[in-house]
């Protein structure tokens, strides 16, 4: 059974940092794509940041770009999303995001979700 936990979420004041991580269980973390997406209180979930299964490219939101860095541990099957300078516009939902594509056979898995609030 594939697993995916986030952590890390909390309240921050505008201008600090959170590190979110996801731990995955069940799946060859190292053959997947890693992504964090999030949704705020009434709008779309949105990609944030995305990773190659061997964390040779990135990609980010320009709302996060020089803010957010995404980065993974394929020996513990983790991947993470340090966010800085967070801005109150940041407070959504954040979710991990596992996907794989073997021989035209899509795989994708999703976390519970973390909150992050961004409030003085």
């Known amino acids: 059974q594939v697993q995916l936990v986030e952590s890390g979420g909390g309240l921050v004041q505008p201008g600090g940092s959170l590190r979110l991580s996801c731990a995955a269980s069940g799946l060859t973390f190292s053959r997947y794509a890693m992504r964090w997406y999030r949704q705020a209180p009434g709008k779309e979930r949105e990609l944030v940041a995305s990773?190659?299964?061997?964390?040779?490219?990135?990609n980010y939101a320009d709302s996060v770009k020089g803010r957010f860095t995404i980065s993974r541990d394929n020996a513990k099957n983790t991947v993470y999303l340090q966010m800085n300078s967070l801005k109150p516009e940041d407070t959504a939902v954040y979710y991990c995001n596992a996907r794989s594509v073997d021989w035209g056979v899509v795989s994708d898995y999703w976390g519970q979700g973390t909150q992050v609030t961004v409030s003085s």
């Open positions: 990773l190659t299964s061997g964390g040779g490219s990135t």
